[in-house]
Structures are given as C-alpha cells and as structure tokens.
C-alpha cells in the first residue's frame, strides 16, 4: 500500500514539516520495503567497521555506500569537502559518476546547488524531485550533473567537526519522491558518524600535500642552484676562452702589426703594399675582435631588436659554417621578442644561438627555421631544422644542451627537444608563461599590458 508523506519543496525544521500553516501538497510516496529499527542499527554499528583502514576519500566513500545501501538506497552517494580557504569545495562520489566527481577542478562554493547546506543556512535540503526544483537553478548554478545523470530524489544534510561545517553528505536517486524526513535523520546520523573520520583524513591529505608540495619546492630550489652553478662555471670556461682568445690571436696580431710599424719608421720611406697589408691585417684583427665581443654581448639585439638580432644570428652562423643551408624566421606575435625584459631576452637568444649551433655543427641539415607565436599566454619559439637529427645521448648530456635547459629553467620556460616535423631534423621548443614575465617586465621598466597584450586564443 502507498504511504502518503508531505512532500517538502523547501528545507523546513523537523518539527514544523507536519505545521497545518504548512502549505506543502500531500504527494504519493514511492513504495520502499520496510527496515527494521535493529537493521538500521546494525548498519550504523557497520560503518565504523567499513571505514577501518580507508586511507584515502575515494575507498571511504565507496565504502560507505556499500554498507548504507540497505537502510539507505542511493543511485548516486557523494561527499562535498571544503578545501583550505572554504570559498571551493571538491566532492568525492560512489554510484553515478558527474562532473562533480571531478577532483582534480575545486568548484567555487557560491555555484553549488547545496550552498544553503554548506554555508549553514539551511540545516538540510530534501527535494522530491530536483529537476525541477527552483532551489537547484539560480543563475551560475552548476547544476548540470542533475539533469546530465537524472537525478530528482535528493538530500542533503552537513558534515560538522570541531563546530564547524566542513561539508556535506549527499544522496540522490533516479526514481522521484522517494526519500521522505526519516531518511534525512537517518543521512545525518551517518554524516555525523562519518565527520570526525572526515576531518581527520582530509587533515591528513592537506598535511601530505603540503609536504609533497614542500618537497617539489625545495627541488625546484636544489635544481635551480645547480642549474645556476652549472652556469656559473660555464660563463666563467667562456670567460677563460675568450681570455685565451684575445692572448693567442687579437694580441698576436697586435704584436705582429707593432713590429711591422716599427720597422716601417726605420725606412726612409713607406711602400704603399706594406701599407695596405697592415691595413687589411687591422681589418681582420677588428672582425676578429667584433665576433669576440658579439659572442659576450650580443650587439645587434640590442642595437636593432630581437628580430633583427635573431636573423643576424642566422645569416653569420650559416656563413661561418660554409654550407649551403637555407634560414627562415617566421614571428607572428608582431614584435613581442623586443618587449620582453632585457635578461629575458638575451636568455632566449642564447637558447636560440645554442639550438642553431646545435644544428649547424652535428646536424647537416638544408634549412633551419624558427618561428615565434603567441597563444594562451604562452610565448613560444620553435627551433626546427631537416638534418639528421640528435641521439639520446647527445641530446640530453651535452654541455650545450645542459644550458639551454638552464636557462629556460631559470625564467621559467619549458624546454622540449624532440623530432622535427614529419620525423626529420629535430625541433627544438621553448614555451614561457607570460604571465610570469610580467612581473619580471615591470621591475625592468616594461609594463605589464604592453608584454601581455595577445591575440585571441584559438588553440592550445
């Protein structure tokens, strides 16, 4: 026989459900086996036993359903947890899986259809049928997951520790008015059973966290200070190189050309070959020591611009080589290298020069070509060339490739090195967080509008 019950379409105290100033219609009841007072006992006394050596919200919640099924019948079981600053939550599911379930996505507080419940100012809610209950639908609701899985019997009372509201245990089914207040006492029973455990476990989960995130901190710093090391010492080798560079070759020929001086002033008078030959050996000492110094500073990014810079690189690292390889620069972020703060700047040129020496040197390619883009808030630069590639071995041990990482740690950039396009050459990828840069570009002097202005992102 069909029990009727005052269907309730708006969270009133126990007490006042059954008030005559009530104006709630009477509803059909869905027909439900009775459960015997010591069953819904046993099943209370069950849950403590069920949450014995549940280390993690997942197999407690699962768990939890699994032991409350009978007393308790649900399509769809879920508990919602404030996270540390109680303005988003995260909810662990068993039954249906929804969006909700989503973990890894925190949902601001103020679009959950249970708000009242968790901000305290409803003591529980119980729909007979939520699809269409005006309660589950303001705007900016995220309600989706009610419609998406056909969820219209629900409840949902809070979960509370130490005085305080910490979340909410939720219980839906397909089927409508099928929950009734018994059911309500009955969920809070088990949410207060389940709060101490709760609270407990997410301390524990916050306190893992912050340790893992500690952890991966201090290896950042350890990886930076290495990093910085190994650039360090670096720096200081091309120091001794350049050093060594000046000695053995600008100095020589600086000598060379003071002895033929010398000479010349014992003569009566100078012949106009020998003129000439000193002057064509001050010529190449000059072009000798200009290269010294761009391989120090280099002159042209600073002088014309990032892009300018880039394709002087290209056309005297292809020169120098000998080989007929063909350059291409591609930059569709329109200018956006000449707006990056000066260290970043010079440290992606550095990365770019590696990449194309790289290339040069062990890769025989026909054409090297970059090309610089704007998406996401990302500013990305990729190195590609056709030759033939670098093994694992020399890709990831070099001392070349080593600073390259280096230095896109250090303003942190990502840097990938992989197969070029079609599986020929190698591509080399360097992807910086403009939003990082910002504040870098401030303290520089380049506003942060100026270095963030992008267009439309399309992909990603």
Not at 23 to 29: A, G
Not at 348 to 353: G, K, N, S, T
């Amino acid at each position: 026989m069909t029990r009727l019950i005052p269907a309730v379409s708006k969270s009133v105290p126990f007490e006042n459900v059954f008030d005559p100033k009530n104006k709630n219609r009477l509803e059909p009841m869905a027909q439900r086996p009775h459960t015997l007072a010591e069953d819904v006992l046993h099943h209370f006394l069950g849950i403590s036993r069920a949450l014995a050596g549940q280390l993690d919200f997942q197999s407690m919640i699962d768990a939890v359903s699994r032991e409350i099924s009978p007393i308790l019948p649900h399509d769809h079981l879920d508990v919602c947890l404030f996270v540390l600053d109680r303005r988003e939550h995260i909810t662990y599911e068993s039954g249906v899986h929804t969006l909700w379930g989503d973990v890894a996505q925190p949902m601001p507080v103020h679009t959950s259809p249970i708000r009242t419940v968790l901000l305290g100012e409803q003591p529980f809610l119980l729909t007979h049928d939520a699809m269409n209950d005006a309660r589950f639908a303001f705007p900016g609701a995220i309600n989706h997951p009610i419609f998406d899985a056909r969820l219209r019997s629900r409840l949902h009372v809070p979960l509370r520790a130490r005085g305080e509201i910490i979340g909410a245990l939720s219980c839906s089914k397909h089927t409508e008015h099928f929950y009734t207040l018994d059911d309500v006492r009955h969920t809070q029973h088990v949410a207060d059973l389940l709060a101490s455990y709760v609270y407990a476990l997410r301390q524990t989960e916050q306190a893992k966290q912050l340790a893992i995130a500690e952890a991966q901190v201090r290896a950042r710093e350890e990886g930076l200070r290495q990093g910085a090391l190994r650039l360090t010492e670096e720096l200081e080798r091309e120091r001794q190189r350049v050093g060594m560079d000046l000695h053995d070759q600008t100095l020589a020929d600086m000598t060379r050309l003071h002895r033929r001086i010398a000479r010349l002033q014992t003569l009566p008078s100078v012949p106009g070959e020998d003129l000439r030959g000193i002057a064509r050996a001050l010529k190449d000492s000059m072009q000798e020591l200009r290269q010294l110094i761009d391989a120090v500073k280099p002159t042209v990014l600073q002088l014309f611009g990032f892009e300018e810079g880039v394709e002087d690189l290209l056309r005297r690292s292809v020169r120098d080589s000998g080989l007929s390889i063909e350059t291409r620069l591609q930059d569709s972020t329109d200018g956006m290298g000449d707006r990056l703060p000066e260290s970043v700047k010079v440290a992606v040129f550095r990365i770019i020069q590696e990449a194309v020496n790289n290339a040069i040197k062990h890769a025989m390619p026909d054409s090297i070509v970059i090309h610089i883009s704007h998406t996401c808030g990302l500013l990305q630069l990729t190195i590609d060339d056709d030759g033939l590639g670098l093994d694992v071995g020399h890709r990831f041990n070099s001392g070349g490739i080593q600073n390259m990482q280096v230095r896109a740690q250090l303003m942190a950039a990502q840097l990938t090195i992989e197969r070029g396009p079609h599986e020929r050459g190698t591509r080399v990828r360097v992807c910086l967080p403009l939003a990082d840069l910002a504040v870098v570009g401030e303290a520089a002097g380049v506003s942060g509008p100026a270095l963030l202005t992008e267009t439309p992102c399309t992909s990603c």
